[in-house]
């Protein structure tokens, strides 16, 4: 039975593998072996890049998730905060039932027929009667406020309950698609390791960065963010030692007293959209269909941005991939 196309991630492991059998089977047979190039770093890079790409958008819901996480239990500890005040009204409230059924037993309430015996008056009866009603409004007043106070904390208990047991699901899950990312960054960095060893990889910054100076509050997030050049890419990292994608445009803007959210789709939601002909340096510059990375123009063509995992933070064109949209943080 023919054998079916090998899967393209194999390629290399495969040449290596095929260029290995020939050396053998030349050796046996006393006969000269072809000679078969290692896969060159073009090659490698390109693998990389295919394999980071299918990687990065994981990376990217990984810190969406977390941010959702950070947000849950802020709201977690803000109702639990609600809890036990809302104990105590409770228990004030029925202290005060309490309170009444003992006025009531000590011969404090009074029936309507021993109202209507013990009356000497028609107006001292109305009088009475209109005292019982008082009473009788009073205690329900306080049933209902009790009744209200405690569905209001079951309902509480049932919310907090409910959310921690999905703050635990999702915990687990971040701990199996961490281990997942890992590696994944480890098997890539391996091939880097290979394709950079020769020396291959050129400058960091191949033009000047920003190439002018943008004024005001763009200018000190356009400064910040190439002074980060060199650093490495760590993922779900925002500085200062360390950054991914998202993370440096984080960085950079809080730089200009804006908040951006750790994830390049949410950053895309929260930023004015922009033309490519109206783009100035400090703008963000989206890539990919489901915008999973995120770079900063920094004027002339030219981008920063935390490209993967082993290659630091670095300038590239701003057309080498494929462009989803652009955004300007702030008020513009």
Known sequence: ??????????????????TAAVLVGAAVLGVPAPAYAEPSVTDLERQIDRDWHRLEPLIERHNAVRQDLADRRREAAALAARIDPLQRQVDAAMKQVSDLAVRAYKGESFSALNLMLSGRTPGELVGRIELMDRFAHRRQEDVRAVRDLRDELAA????????????????????????????????????????????????????????????????????????????????GAEGPKAYDCSG??????????????????RQRKVTTPVSRADLRPGDLVFYYRDVHHVGMYVGDGWVVHAARSGVPVRMKRLGDAPIHSFGRPGKG
């Not at 039975?1 to 393209?8: K, N, V």
């Not at 200009?256 to 789709?265: K, R």
């Open 1 to 18: 039975m023919p054998a079916g196309p090998r899967p393209r991630s194999f390629r290399c492991t495969t040449a290596l593998a095929a």
């Open 248 to 265: 440096l445009m984080l960085a950079a803007w809080a730089k200009g007293g804006v908040a951006l959210p750790h994830n390049a789709a």
């Open 156 to 235: 509480g208990k049932t919310r907090l309950d409910r959310m921690i047991v999905q703050l635990t699901r999702a915990e687990r899950g971040l701990a199996a698609s961490r281990r997942q990312i890992d590696a994944e960054i480890d098997r890539l960095q391996k091939l880097r390791l290979r394709a950079y060893d020769s020396g291959a990889g050129g400058p960091l910054r191949p033009a000047p960065c920003p190439v002018t100076y943008p004024g005001g509050t763009a200018g000190d997030v356009v400064r910040f963010a190439c002074a980060q050049i060199g650093k490495p890419y760590v993922w």
